[in-house]
């Protein structure tokens, strides 16, 4: 029984950090918005929410970046089995 609570702290913390997992795109800036920022990253456009993100540097279109970020679900939605 030990064993068993052992194991399931250990798969929830594992749980909990993966969700503080970051990750990065790198690209040339296309917009700057008040709520987001806008990267080329190959043939794809990332749509970067920037909520409290500390900006260094000067922000603008053309710049070269690396944006940090992390995914968390804003709502999650079922639709059957």
Do not use: H, N
């Amino acid at each position: 029984m030990r064993a068993f609570f052992l194991a399931t702290a250990l798969m929830v913390s594992g749980f909990a950090f993966a969700a503080d997992k970051t990750y990065q795109v790198t690209g040339p800036v296309l917009e700057v918005r008040d709520d987001a920022v806008v990267v080329q990253k190959g043939k794809d456009k990332w749509t970067i929410k920037k909520g409290s993100a500390k900006v260094e540097g000067d922000l603008k279109v053309g710049a070269k970046v690396t944006i940090e970020y992390t995914m968390t679900a804003e709502s999650i939605s079922v639709k059957g089995k």
